[in-house]
């Protein structure tokens, strides 16, 4: 056996050799499960929140979020988004 380059033969021999142990014995091949899919409307839907921005000092955040369907200013503390309110209508 050689060490320089191998022939043709020796690479067919060693592509069929790969080949027959990734595929395994016909039938053997283990179940898999479906793929499950990310639905279309969580996708493609628009975020609840854009445009997040800090504040200087780091305590307060900005962000565009809707009011009524509209998208509006709102700015609340970092520690406790829920506290966020609409600064623009």
Known sequence: MSLGRPTRRQ???GAAASAGALLGRPGAAPA??????IPRRVLFAGADR????LSPDGRRVAFLAP???VLNLWIGPLA???KAR???R
Do not use: F, M, N
């Open 11 to 13: 690479l067919l021999l």
């Open 32 to 37: 898999l499960s479906p793929i499950r899919l």
């Open 50 to 53: 854009s445009v997040v921005r």
């Open 67 to 69: 009011v009524d369907g």
């Open 80 to 82: 406790d988004v829920a």
């Open 86 to 88: 609409p600064l623009t």
